[in-house]
């Protein structure tokens, strides 16, 4: 490509150059050359390189270029280039700046040349420029500005299927600045629910749409939503209606700029009479339940189950595990979940609530079932069976043998008869644990057991082990 930047035309000439350069003579010429150039080339009328200074190091062929002609030295696409500059220094036409690339073993060399005729017009100076950290700075800029368009581009899509997402949601949604607390954003579905024409919300304080009297309660609960990540939602009346809505709130960061994104939720729009009285129903019920995502995380706990678990009140269970106030690690939760994983659904399950590594735990009963398609929620009712396992009569069944007894048989019984009963002794109290522990539920006593239901139903035949004609898984 031409280029005009260090060309001799268009700059102001030397006043006197005959009395400046009239005194040069060729050591010193020939420094001036060298200094100019990274390369330079001493080339014959035809173009056969006749002579040159260059760093050997940093163009290790240079030496093999030494009488070639000089477009045997580039690659294909930069022999026409060297052709044009050869002809139009013989024509004494001013030079421009020519940008080729030199064949090298190390890879190409990129380079600029510029010729100068020689008094006489029979050889020419070829002065080159090497551009490969330039050529390097221009790759890494062309890099960054294609890694910043496919920055862009990846944030332009989010942007859209955000708003797509924001606008068709049928939750109300603001984005509201901590700094004067107004709008910056709302849905269609806000300004349907606080009854303000579409617009009508952007760039007004968020106040103005609640009433008057509830105010102060709005602004004590967007500053504590601010600086906690578990605030309780809370009802406050709509301005102009006799109505109220639930307000939650939950802070975030954006550029630096603290806002806060708060969603709207209209119970009585969304909830049918008998919907709100079986939700008081579950609130009031005396088992505790439980409602988790498909994360295993508590979304919803009635006071039954907070008392269960001794927690302070809701927020201290909402969104931490299940598994933290339930079950015997790597047992109970793990058994239940294969069994909603494959019925949907499981029924009194004995387990524990509240154990450590000091406590065995307090016994419960849990039963749970698992609904919901893309979103999974799982609901647990969870009931205390220590009074009752207190109040159960003494089992009259027989011990079954202890260790010293079976030591008795040595002597009239061979080692391989005495392991054998002791394995079935062993055996048998194994399953009969694993029967209670799941409420004869053979399907998970099998589970837990590590036994196949035919294996199973084997043993259970062989010793003699419940009701064989009845199916309770």
Excluded at 187 to 204: D, E, F
Excluded at 243 to 256: N, S
Aim: net charge negative; glycine share 8%; charged share 25%.
């Amino acid at each position: 490509m031409l280029t005009r930047k260090n060309s001799i035309e268009d700059k102001q000439p030397f006043a006197d150059f005959s009395a400046l350069f009239e005194v040069l003579d060729a050591e010193a010429a020939s420094k001036l050359a060298m200094i100019v150039g990274d390369i330079t080339l001493v080339l014959d009328e035809s173009g056969k390189i006749l002579d040159g200074s260059a760093n050997p190091d940093r163009y290790p062929d240079f030496e093999d270029w030494i009488g070639k002609d000089f477009s045997a030295t580039v690659t294909t696409e930069s022999k026409p280039k060297i052709m044009e500059i050869l002809a139009a220094s013989r024509k004494g036409v001013s030079q421009h700046w020519r940008h080729v690339n030199h064949l090298s073993q190390d890879g190409n060399i990129s380079v600029q040349y510029v010729l100068i005729q020689l008094a006489g017009g029979d050889k020419h100076i070829a002065i080159g420029r090497d551009m490969r950290e330039a050529a390097l700075l221009q790759q890494k800029l062309l890099q960054a500005q294609q890694s910043l368009e496919r920055d862009y581009m990846r944030l332009r899509q989010l942007e859209t299927r955000y708003r797509v997402l924001f606008e068709q949601s049928s939750e109300a949604v603001l984005v509201v600045d901590t700094d004067n607390y107004q709008v910056r954003e709302a849905n269609g579905a806000a300004h349907a629910i606080l009854s303000v024409k579409p617009g009508g919300l952007n760039g007004k304080r968020v106040f103005g749409f609640f009433d008057r009297g509830a105010r102060d309660v709005l602004v004590a609960y967007l500053g504590s939503a601010l600086v906690s990540e578990k605030v309780t939602p809370i009802e406050v009346p709509v301005a102009y209606a006799d109505r109220e809505v639930t307000v939650a709130a939950t802070g975030f960061r954006q550029r630096g700029k603290q806002l806060l994104l708060v969603r709207i939720f209209d119970d009585d729009a969304t909830l049918s009479p008998e919907a709100a009285t079986m939700l008081g129903i579950v609130e009031e019920m005396p088992d505790a339940f439980a409602m988790t995502d498909s994360a295993g995380r508590i979304r919803i706990a009635n006071q039954a189950f907070i008392e269960l678990v001794g927690a302070a009140g809701e927020e201290q269970v909402q969104g931490n595990p299940l598994s933290e106030w339930i079950g015997r690690p790597g047992i109970d939760l793990e058994l239940i979940e294969g069994q909603l994983s494959k019925q949907g659904i499981a029924r009194n399950v004995t387990t524990v609530v509240g154990a450590s590594e000091s406590f065995d735990g307090e016994p419960v009963e849990l039963s749970a079932v698992r609904v919901g398609e893309e979103e999974r929620y799982t609901g647990y009712v969870i009931r205390q069976i220590a009074r009752r396992l207190r109040d159960l009569p003494p089992s009259n069944q027989d011990l079954p043998r202890s260790v010293e007894q079976l030591t008795e048989l040595v002597g009239r019984m061979s080692l391989k008869e005495i392991v054998r009963e002791s394995t079935d002794l062993i055996e048998r109290l194994c399953i009969e644990a694993a029967l209670k522990y799941t409420s004869d539920n053979r399907a998970s006593a099998a589970e837990i057991l590590g036994l196949s239901r035919q294996s199973l139903y084997s043993k259970l035949h062989r010793y003699g082990l419940g009701n064989l004609s009845d199916d309770q898984d």
